[in-house]
């Protein structure tokens, strides 16, 4: 169990341009979470992913946002003319439930932007 | 929709004394209660969890949370806090009843310092 990770760890960008992340999840996670972090806030949800299909974004994910999980395994996220409200951590979460048991969610370290 | 409330965004806590770090809910479903922890410049890990039957939770650290339904509170307790505790404590609920969608909804976290 390597964990998940996130690729990049920082990101520094001009406003206006194009920045994308990926995420590895656990091997054997189905279920894939983005969630969006800014200073002095809990995490919030993005959107969600089982396998390949995503199910659900939130209303938070613009038209500028845009997430693929091709084949079920690792996610991007994109985000398209970035601005700077969008300088945040971004955070990925996998998970394999397990029955009807509420799953844990095992997070990756981030990936911080920042757009100047 | 669920809110998840954690009033006190900072807590100095001398070394081997107790804490409590309130955390409160609002949601107009069933809802499983979580807590997970961030330390210095690593990701989210599961402190512990509510699903159901005894309302008292214990993490392998010591730390134990209890679930009380009237006052909808779920409440994280040490009674002897250690230097390496100090990290960001996030309260979480997930609607029990979506079970193919467990996204987290977060409090905005308690910064828990403990003091030598």
């Known amino acids: 169990d390597t964990g998940v990770s996130q690729d990049p760890r920082h990101k520094i960008t001009k406003r206006g341009q194009n920045v994308t992340f990926r995420c590895d999840p656990i091997?054997?996670?189905?279920?894939l979470y983005w969630y969006r972090q800014t200073l002095g806030q809990g995490p919030e949800f993005l959107t969600y992913?089982?396998?390949?299909?995503?199910?659900?974004k939130s209303r938070l994910l613009s038209d500028r946002f845009s997430a693929e999980r091709p084949k079920g395994s690792f996610s991007t996220l994109e985000i398209q003319r970035t601005e700077q409200g969008d300088s945040a951590m971004y955070l990925c979460?996998?998970?394999?439930?397990?029955?009807?048991?509420?799953?844990?969610?095992?997070f990756g370290p981030g990936t911080r932007l920042l757009v100047l | 929709a669920q809110s998840v409330t954690q009033l006190d965004s900072q807590v100095p806590v001398f070394e081997e004394a107790p804490v409590e770090l309130r955390c409160n809910y609002s949601?107009?479903?069933?809802?499983?209660l979580f807590w997970y922890v961030q330390y210095p410049n690593q990701g989210l890990q599961l402190l512990l969890k509510?699903?159901?039957?005894?309302?008292l939770v214990e993490s392998i650290n010591g730390f134990e949370a209890e679930f009380n339904k009237s006052q909808t509170s779920f409440h994280l307790r040490k009674p002897s806090v250690h230097i390496s505790d100090t990290a960001e404590y996030f309260c979480?609920?997930?609607?029990?009843?979506?079970?193919?969608?467990?996204?987290?909804?977060f409090g905005t976290g308690t910064r828990l310092t403990i003091i030598p």
């Open positions: 979460a996998s998970s394999f439930p397990r029955g009807r048991s509420a799953e844990t969610q095992y």
């Open positions: 091997s054997e996670h189905n279920r």
């Open positions: 992913f089982q396998n390949e299909a995503q199910l659900e």
């Open positions: 949601s107009s479903v069933s809802v499983y």
């Open positions: 509510y699903l159901s039957g005894s309302t």
């Open positions: 979480a609920v997930s609607d029990k009843s979506n079970f193919g969608n467990e996204k987290l909804t």
